[in-house]
T-cell receptor, first 113, second 112 residues
């Protein structure tokens, strides 16, 4: 089945540790996005990528990093510089060039130990 | 910049009640408008969309009409069910379609 897969579903981070959230899609979409969702709040854009080897900062990029070495993959690293990382992280993909919908993964809940 | 404002929740209704969730937007150009729904512990799913003024999106009994004159895209359903309990997000795609901007979400709870 085609889709977008996030892993792990739950992740725990120790103080000073970097952690990486995985996002893989087999939909052949060019564009991919990372959003952060805090309880009772909307989605805030962290990073997005319109094409392989290119990505742009979103509204809250500080403390995060990404790579886009393959079309199918858009991992997000939450660095130790992100002082409040506890949140629900959502990855999404989108066909490029048209105003199409986003396809979302099922999310990763990151918590600090 | 572009933005989306939707009514704050939570919204609690009885089963079979009429639902309206307000959404207004600010955008340059001519965005596409969306409603997404999120069930507990899951990602978002597209509920409906409209790509130009006066378009009506509809799905699963939900409807929303793209009103350019009032910059609105209110979500409506004539008779809600318990299974409609979820968080609903209004969103727009900016003119360059480079990213989608979301509202803050409205939590809907339906009582049996």
């Amino acid at each position: 089945d085609g889709g977008i897969t996030q892993s792990p579903k739950y992740l725990f981070r120790k103080e000073g540790q970097n952690v990486t959230l995985s996002c893989e899609q087999n939909l052949n979409h060019d564009a991919m996005y990372w959003y952060r969702q805090d309880p009772g709040q909307g989605l805030r854009l962290i990073y997005y990528s319109q094409i392989v080897n290119d990505f742009q900062k979103g509204d809250i990029a500080e403390g995060y990093s990404v790579s886009r070495e393959k079309k199918e993959s858009f991992p997000l690293t939450v660095t130790s510089a992100q002082k409040n990382p506890t949140a629900f992280y959502l990855c999404a993909s989108q066909p490029t060039g048209v105003r199409e919908k986003l396809f979302f993964g099922s999310g990763t809940q990151l918590s600090v130990l | 910049g572009d933005s989306v404002t939707q009514m704050e929740g939570p919204v609690t209704l009885s089963e079979e009640a009429f639902l309206t969730i307000n959404c207004t937007y600010t955008a340059t150009g001519y965005p596409s408008l969306f409603w997404y729904v999120q069930y507990p512990g899951e990602g978002l799913q597209l509920l409906l969309k409209a790509t130009k003024a006066d378009d009506k999106g509809s799905n699963k009994g939900f409807e929303a009409t793209y009103r350019k004159e009032t910059t609105s895209f209110h979500l409506e359903k004539g008779s809600v069910q318990v299974s409609d309990s979820a968080v609903y997000f209004c969103a727009l795609s900016d003119s360059s379609a480079s990213k989608i901007i979301f509202g803050s979400g409205t939590r809907l709870s339906i009582r049996p």
